[in-house]
């Protein structure tokens, strides 16, 4: 799975910070963590994915954006995940 998959997952969900409804991205740059948890506790992210996704970030709190890159540059997505 991709970090934009894993994006779209999290888009499935309305966002437990900003309140955006689902299918409505947070902000330009990306989704709340919030969302993903939000993804994670109804089964649609696995902890695994979770996992991987909070190493990346700078901080981890609800308000966080994670961009959809998540610290991938352009054209490395796919492998990693
Ligand atoms: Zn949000």
Do not use: D, K, N
């Amino acid at each position: 799975m991709t970090s934009v998959e894993l994006a779209v997952l999290a888009l499935r969900v309305p966002c437990g910070f900003c309140w955006a409804p689902p299918g409505t991205t947070c902000a330009e740059e990306g989704q709340h963590l919030a969302r993903y948890l939000r993804a994670y506790r109804r089964g649609l992210i696995s902890r695994e994915m979770m996992t991987s996704a909070c190493l990346l970030l700078p901080a981890a709190s609800a308000g966080q954006l994670v961009t959809e890159v998540m610290g991938l540059a352009p054209g490395t997505e796919g492998g990693a995940w």
